[in-house]
């Protein structure tokens, strides 16, 4: 409907400003945020290949150590900056672009839209269940509440 395809655009560009408005107020921030989620380590892997076992209830002791953030962590961040970029590109040639560029085009954009939602869009689900009801993350959603941990959990 023209109310939807209205709504959609206002929160493309909400959305692009306030990323904007990060980058140019936090650029360090910004910068480290990218680089890390674009590098991965050797050791991710076997975090990687022990974490459907560790989320189903598997040997906490089995997970390999890990830094600040876990390899699915990164994942994560990986995702968003990935699909964000090709949620501008493609959305600014089906916003702007229709009768600029070839059918083909148009349609390899809107599929590639689609597609970069569906990825993100589960990605998002993941995050969300394992941030908030996850018994494993239970002190997770503390955490983005009060900014605070137990000592045991953040081991």
Partial sequence: TPQTRIIHRICAYAFG???VLYFITYPKASLA???EAFTWKKEDIGWVKAATDYYTGGDESK???Q???NP????WQLITIVCGVIFFVTGAILCFAKGAVSPGVFQWSLFTHALAF???GCMFIVHALLGT???????SLRSMITGKVSEEYAK
Avoid: A, D
């Fill in 17 to 19: 400003i306030v990323l």
């Fill in 33 to 35: 945020f990218i680089k």
């Fill in 63 to 65: 997970m390999p150590p």
């Fill in 67 to 69: 830094g600040h953030i």
């Fill in 72 to 75: 699915g962590q990164n994942l």
């Fill in 118 to 120: 569906i990825i993100g």
């Fill in 133 to 139: 009801v996850h018994p494993r993350m239970s002190e």
